[in-house]
T-cell receptor, first 114, second 111 residues
Framework: NAGVTQTPKFRVLKTGQSMTLLCAQDMNHEYMYWYRQDPGMGLRLIHYSVGEGTTAKGEVPDGYNVSRLKKQNFLLGLESAAPSQTSVYFC?????????????FGPGTRLLVL | RKEVEQDPGPFNVPEGATVAFNCTYSNSASQSFFWYRQDCRKEPKLLMSVYSSGNEDGRFTAQLNRASQYISLLIRDSKLSDSATYLCVVPRDNYGQNFVFGPGTRLSVLP
């Protein structure tokens, strides 16, 4: 099992460019999450999904969109990147409702927006 | 009060020492809590879950004080490999769909 994988590992964008971050899990988990982590701050939830075809907003959703067309994949899109979106992005998944379940994290994507 | 607050650290302790971190939370309805460990430039990994008054796993003990709304993590006989940032995690809602991560407490265990 690869667990949770993220593509790409690192990316540099110019302001206004768009990109998609891909998260894939092979554990048949229902729940998937996208977080961003900034220095001195805890991980903040961007969007999450409780199953294939569903998505919901988290704490900091502005400027991001997501899609969960397949159970194993969760895509995070930036339509028009801004320097404030420079961050480390982590994807996570869990089998079911998170309050009893471990979240498994991917290795992260480091994004720099110039 | 912030949703989740942690001792900022860093905690610099010698090998073999006992160290404790605190985490306070604002949502009194929270039923479960987690400690995750994050190594430098790596992803967080679950260290321990806390559902009742506490949990123990080897050298690690987590204790929950619901009345005062804090969770503590105690590490006994610290190892060099324990050096990491420890994240306190609390559900934001009662459905387990949304979580609040604390900013983390950094621990350095020194030889």
């Amino acid at each position: 099992n690869a667990g949770v994988t993220q593509t790409p590992k690192f990316r540099v964008l110019k302001t206004g460019q768009s990109m998609t971050l891909l998260c894939a899990q092979d554990m048949n988990h229902e729940y998937m999450y996208w977080y961003r982590q900034d220095p001195g701050m805890g991980l903040r939830l961007i969007h999450y999904s409780v199953g294939e075809g569903t998505t919901a907003k988290g704490e900091v959703p502005d400027g991001y969109n997501v899609s969960r067309l397949k159970k194993q994949n969760f895509l995070l899109g930036l339509e028009s990147a801004a320097p404030s979106q420079t961050s480390v992005y982590f994807c996570a998944s869990s089998y079911s409702r998170g309050w009893q379940e471990t979240q498994y994290f991917g290795p992260g994507t480091r994004l720099l927006v110039l | 009060r912030k949703e989740v607050e942690q001792d900022p650290g860093p905690f610099n302790v010698p090998e073999g020492a006992t160290v404790a971190f605190n985490c306070t939370y604002s949502n009194s309805a929270s039923q479960s809590f987690f400690w995750y460990r994050q190594d430098c430039r790596k992803e967080p990994k679950l260290l321990m879950s806390v559902y009742s008054s506490g949990n123990e796993d080897g050298r690690f003990t987590a204790q929950l004080n619901r009345a005062s709304q804090y969770i503590s993590l105690l590490i006994r006989d610290s190892k060099l490999s324990d050096s990491a940032t420890y994240l306190c995690v609390v559900p934001r809602d009662n459905y387990g769909q949304n979580f609040v991560f604390g900013p983390g407490t950094r621990l350095s265990v020194l030889p």
